[in-house]
């Protein structure tokens, strides 16, 4: 179950409609997943400070129990990333941060147990 975490410093209303959910298609195919064991959350209106301004900004935070972790994927992933949050977006490049947690099974509670037990 990857778990995508996209916070911004942009306001609700200046988000493009509809943005969570190609967020998740998104994130599907660029980590080769089904879109139903997705689960995405958009944090807009937040105070970011990166590298002193408070410019336009998103972190995207990229959590999921297999695919991460070398830095070959990761570099592929962040690529595609970018591509979607610069054009969805509309942030520069250098406003954009990701993190990869690569997690175990047990480490995700899901339906009153842990992954591992699914």
Known sequence: ??????????????????????????????????????HVLVRPGLTIVQGGSTEPGAHLSVTAFEGLGTAEQNREYSARFFEFLTKE?????????????????????????VATFL
């Open 1 to 38: 179950m990857p778990i995508i975490e996209l916070d911004t410093n942009l306001s609700a209303d200046r988000l493009p409609a509809g943005l969570e959910k190609r967020l998740s298609q998104a994130a599907a195919a660029i980590l080769k997943k089904p879109e139903n064991i997705m």
């Open 89 to 113: 977006l509309g942030v520069a490049k250098d406003r954009i941060l990701i993190r990869f947690y690569p997690v175990e099974r047990w480490q995700i509670g899901i339906n009153g147990t």
